[in-house]
T-cell receptor
Framework: KAGVTQTPRYLIKTRGQQVTLSCSPISGHRSVSWYQQTPGQGLQFLFE???????NKGNFPGRFSGRQFSNSRSEMNVSTLELGDSALYLC??????????????FGQGTRLTVV | QKEVEQNSGPLSVPEGAIASLNCTYSDRGSQSFFWYRQYSGKSPELIMF????GDKEDGRFTAQLNKASQYVSLLIRDSQPSDSATYLC??????????????FGRGTSLIVHP
């Protein structure tokens, strides 16, 4: 079974631009979550999508948005980029079970650098 | 605010020793607990999960959970230099959207020296 695939792996953007990141989850996984990882803040939860709907959201500004398609692939968009958005963006897919089995499998991440 | 706390380290142990990594969490309703290993520049990799109080062993790894004290630990026996990485504790907390979202600690850096 293929793992979680994120594209692109690396990205350099300038302040004020926008960026779109893509994530293809493990086959059969319907939950896709996005995380931002920085040395100072660690792994911070951005949002979770399930069945094309945003199910949960972390404490990030509205410049961060996402969506999920019918095949469970997800995209994340960041508008009006700021220097502080430079980070590793990780996508994680889970086989959704409401009670407990929530182990998340991560993609390789997209390293975004804003200059 | 649901929190997961870990000592940032680094924890330095000699090769062949037991490395002990600890994690505490604030949400008493947490159901599932996970340990991830993250090598520098790589993404987190799941190595253990535990749901019930007590110990769970998998090869050289043992996860220990104590829900009453709200802590979870990871023991690595016969530590190898290849175990040198950052270990992230994740606790699945119930989110408002009706699912469980893993909340991560900031990780403990482990260094195994020959």
């Amino acid at each position: 079974k293929a793992g979680v695939t994120q594209t692109p792996r690396y990205l350099i953007k300038t302040r004020g631009q926008q960026v779109t990141l893509s994530c293809s989850p493990i086959s059969g996984h319907r939950s896709v979550s996005w995380y931002q990882q920085t040395p100072g803040q660690g792994l911070q939860f951005l949002f979770e999508y399930f069945s094309e709907t945003q199910r949960n959201k972390g404490n990030f500004p509205g410049r961060f948005s996402g969506r999920q398609f019918s095949n469970s692939r997800s995209e994340m968009n960041v508008s009006t980029l700021e220097l502080g958005d430079s980070a590793l963006y990780l996508c994680a897919s889970r086989e959704d079970r409401r009670n407990r089995d929530t182990e998340a499998f991560f993609g390789q991440g997209t390293r975004l650098t804003v200059v | 605010q649901k929190e997961v706390e870990q000592n940032s380290g680094p924890l330095s142990v000699p090769e062949g020793a037991i490395a002990s990594l600890n994690c505490t969490y604030s949400d008493r309703g947490s159901q599932s607990f996970f340990w991830y290993r993250q090598y520098s520049g790589k993404s987190p990799e799941l190595i253990m999960f535990i749901y019930s109080n007590g110990d769970k062993e998998d090869g050289r790894f043992t996860a220990q959970l104590n829900k009453a004290s709200q802590y979870v630990s990871l023991l690595i026996r016969d530590s190898q230099p290849s175990d040198s990485a950052t270990y992230l504790c994740a606790v699945a907390t119930h989110a408002s959207g009706g699912s469980y979202i893993p909340t991560f600690g900031r990780g403990t850096s482990l260094i195994v020296h020959p």
